[in-house]
């Protein structure tokens, strides 16, 4: 599930999105680009519950 670095799978910064299809991490300008869609696309949420049953992480932070 994703890279164990949490870094972007094309440019290595910080990653801050994943697609719940293919489960590979970006961050925000190349998830743009991701060929699976934004229906796909989740925030990487501090969370072992992050991409389950569309979890998205606390209301409030």
């Known amino acids: ?3 164990s ?3 972007c799978r094309f440019c290595n910064k910080i990653a801050t999105q994943i697609c719940s299809l293919c ?3 970006y961050c925000d300008k190349c998830i743009e680009a991701h ?3 934004e229906d796909y696309v989740m925030p990487i949420v501090n969370s072992p519950r ?3 049953c569309g979890y998205f ?3 409030e932070e």
């Open 35 to 37: 060929e699976c869609g």
């Open 57 to 59: 992480g606390p209301l």
């Open 5 to 7: 670095k949490g870094e």
């Open 1 to 3: 599930m994703g890279n």
């Open 50 to 52: 992050t991409g389950v």
């Open 23 to 25: 489960w590979e991490d």
